[in-house]
């Protein structure tokens, strides 16, 4: 095979096939050589369920993958950011650069957005040979490797957060869930020298990584108790009379969105990083009597591919820990399984090996 991919074809249905090597389309376009690939939540969404919003089908299989590492295989004539040979961290969604939201700066809400492993005809990067255009390719620091350079892709969605949050030094941060995003935040949070960083889950075992690894805070979110009365016991906990600055959200649940607001001081920032249900119900009234600041929050933009490499690479930021294990690209759908059993933090997969 010239360039191996994984296609989801349905539920629970996928198999490797070789494509044509892509071929420079643009002047500035890099073709790359996949080194890894990392596996998240939609992943396994997508291999359990077909897709998110849109769904893959037989007559129209779609290549998965989308937080990527490599290095460049050959360049089009007019690339001068990276050459053959370069490391690179891939930001897998190429806007359109034409309409008002990458006009304003705001790319990430592009609507003609192309991003990895989108359905119909978008494919991913779990595959050999992949093309990009130069500016979504940035160059790896030497103390980052390839396996590490993957979780740029997550930790650019954190630093996006916790922009959003307006996180400053000395203010108090609750992280809502504590999975790979959870986790970040409470990394970038520390980086932007938050005072308290407290990571709340409903799973003992992820807040136990929080403190090991983070060095932050934890609580323990009963789901049995209601948002209020959580809110209440985790303030009392860690005695803070009147809330905190900011409130990440990274799960998505109701009561955790709810908890959030009563967790927040007057004029407090949350951040809705988290997906979970279409509707939900909110605390209105407070939300409104606190003048709350409710961010919306959807991937990353503008330098937060940037900021994620520089963390990395001054080591404000080990991702390390982080990585669970490493599947050969033969056996991708076992790194699926494992996400989606809860199995490890960041799970990857290795390119094609020659
Ligand atoms: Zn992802
Ligand atoms: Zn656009």
Redesign the pocket.
Known sequence: MQNPSWFLYGPGVAKIEDRAIPTIGDSHDVILRIAYVGV????VHFWKHGGIRKVVSPERPLVMG??ASGTVHSVGPDVTSVKVGDRVAVEPGFPCRRCKACKDGVYNLCRQMRFAADPPDTHGALTKFYAAPEDFLYKIPDGVSLEGAVLV??LAVAVHATRLGSVRPGQDVIVMGSETIGLMCGAVAKAFSANRIILVDIVEKKLEFAREHLKCETFFYDIKSTSEDNATGLLNAFDIADGVDAVIEASGAETSIQSGIHLLKLGGNFVQAGLGKPKIEVPIIDLSTKELHFHGCFRYSSGDYELALKLLSKRDISLRPLISSVTPFEQATTAWDKTGKGEGIKNLIQGVKD
């Open positions: 998240c939540g939609s992943d989308h937080e892709e997550p």
